[in-house]
């Protein structure tokens, strides 16, 4: 089993660090990692003998990992405590009603497209990370492995719009776009972040982490409320 296991680690982080070289060669949005690397593994699950059940299985030690490189990002986020501190209010306020505004858009684009209830329910979470997405998932009532989806989606499209809004929008500060790439795109918008410099990572790291703990709370009241709308 420990031979699966680190095979299937192996290749899928082989296939993310090519499709990573593609990319930066290029720059082409749709080359993305996020992208190509599921692309290729699920033809490569398709050519081989081996069930898409098993892969998972075989690469849960990534999955694993998903928690301790989450917690990794308190790193940078202890080094600027003092600024932190400074903004608490702004920070607060920012991202708890990005929060809000990711479930009701998630809500209102389900109910647009006439997705059925498990798949609007499975939605909601998506502007957080995985970890924390999945198990807010299993407490409201949707599929974890749906979830897992919109939020990899949500941050691949994140990542490339993100920038484009920088640019585009008087964002100039470092916390703006910090908040903004963190709330928008979690973990994808945070490594994009962390391109921009230290402050505007730290800020996208604990946009991320706060939008995760927010969304636990509005699991147990905006939401709700939202499924009891659709029941």
Do not use: C
Not at 96 to 103: D, P, R
Not at 168 to 190: D, N, Q, R, S, Y
Request: charged fraction near 10%; aromatic fraction near 10%; hydrophobic fraction near 55%.
């Amino acid at each position: 089993m420990l031979i699966k296991l680190l095979a299937a680690a192996t290749i899928t982080y082989m296939l993310y660090r090519i499709s990573k070289w593609l990319y930066r060669k290029t720059g082409f949005p749709l080359l993305h990692p996020l992208l190509i690397t599921p692309g290729l593994l699920i033809v490569l699950i398709s050519v081989s003998s081996v069930s898409a059940a098993q892969y998972t299985e075989a690469s849960r030690l990534l999955t694993y990992m998903l928690g301790p490189a989450t917690a990794a990002f308190a790193v940078p986020i202890y080094k600027h405590a003092g600024l932190i501190k400074r903004y608490t209010r702004e920070i607060f306020f920012s991202v708890t009603a990005g929060s809000a505004a990711a479930i009701l858009s998630s809500f209102l684009f389900a109910f647009w497209v006439h997705l059925n209830g498990d798949w609007m329910i499975s939605m909601l979470p998506r502007s957080i990370t995985t970890p924390i997405a999945i198990e807010v998932s299993k407490e409201i009532g949707g599929l974890p492995a749906l979830t897992t989806a919109f939020v990899i989606l949500t941050g691949i499209i994140g990542g490339m719009i993100g920038p484009a809004m920088i640019k585009w929008l008087p964002i100039h500060t470092p916390i703006a776009k910090g908040l903004m790439l963190g709330m928008a795109a979690h973990g994808v918008g945070t490594a994009k972040a962390m391109e921009y410099g230290e402050l505007e990572g730290t800020f996208s790291s604990l946009s991320m982490i706060l939008a995760g703990f927010i969304t636990i709370l509005w699991g147990y009241s905006l939401i709700p409320l939202l499924i009891l709308f659709i029941s």
